[in-house]
């Protein structure tokens, strides 16, 4: 049984990608090739220091004392998963993230953010990457393995993550580099009128803010005309909003003063 540890630990979590393609392809062979990537990654990720929290199905959730030790554990994996032979000629690929935080033990093991923002990560990747929190990312800068190298990839949004979470990808010698955008939370877009609404808000303000600091609330006229010209909003509203958003601008500069 694993005796999980507490304070700052790492998370590994794998998972194998199309998976159920690739099962429909060997048939039975499949159990063979499940039994292959196992033993892979718990020798490469055991011999590193590496702690199975749990598994299910074909995903491991790994825990480590130091953040190079579970980098340097899915570098090896990726590299001995890449140069196994599978059967038929297929690929199994798996897609890898590692980040850092300080979760909670609990009765049934790790349990906070930490854990959710480390799936998340794994879950937003593909066959055969290797990605870092924005956290473990900084701890392993200069501690990197050989032939390993950092590439941003930028703040994303995860799903049920309320900040977005800076991604970073490791490059490994002898393995893809490039791979799809990451399959992340999509805001809904704005439809136009909800764009137009926020640049009338935004020109608003900007009018309030000059009156507020004494300068003279003189209005662009070209940036609402050019709205007023799209047919959506009549031109003389436009011109009766400045108006209003003018005088009110006197009035304050005059009760300030």
Do not use: N
């Amino acid at each position: 049984m694993t005796t999980l540890q507490g304070g700052t630990v790492t998370f590994v979590f794998t998972d194998i990608a199309g998976s159920t393609e690739l099962l429909k392809r060997l048939g039975d062979r499949y159990a063979d090739a499940l039994a292959d990537h196992r033993r892979i990654v718990r020798e490469e990720f055991g011999a590193r220091g590496g702690e199975e929290v749990d598994t299910q199905g074909d995903a491991f959730f790994y825990c480590f004392g130091r953040a190079k030790d579970a980098v340097a554990a899915a570098v090896a994996a990726q590299l001995a998963l890449a140069g196994h032979e599978w059967p038929e000629g297929s690929e199994l690929r798996v897609r890898m993230s590692v980040h850092t935080g300080e979760p909670v033990v609990g009765e049934e093991g790790y349990v906070g953010i930490d854990v959710h923002r480390a799936a998340r990560i794994c879950s937003a990747g593909h066959g055969g990457q290797v990605l870092l929190s924005g956290t473990t990312a900084a701890l392993v800068t200069g501690a990197l393995p050989e032939g390993v190298r950092q590439v941003e990839l930028g703040a994303v949004r995860l799903k049920d993550i309320d900040e977005p979470e800076r991604v970073v990808q490791l490059e490994i010698d002898g393995l893809p580099a490039s791979f799809p955008p990451l399959r992340t939370e999509k805001e809904e877009p704005m439809d136009f009128g909800e764009r137009l609404s926020r640049k009338i808000h935004a020109q608003v303000e900007r009018q309030v803010e000059m009156a507020l600091s004494g300068e003279d609330p003189q209005v662009d006229i070209r940036g609402t005309t050019k709205l007023a010209m799209l047919g959506f909003i009549p031109l003389f509203m436009l011109l009766a909003l400045i108006a209003l958003v003018v005088l009110v601008g006197v009035l304050l500069v005059r009760l300030i003063a």
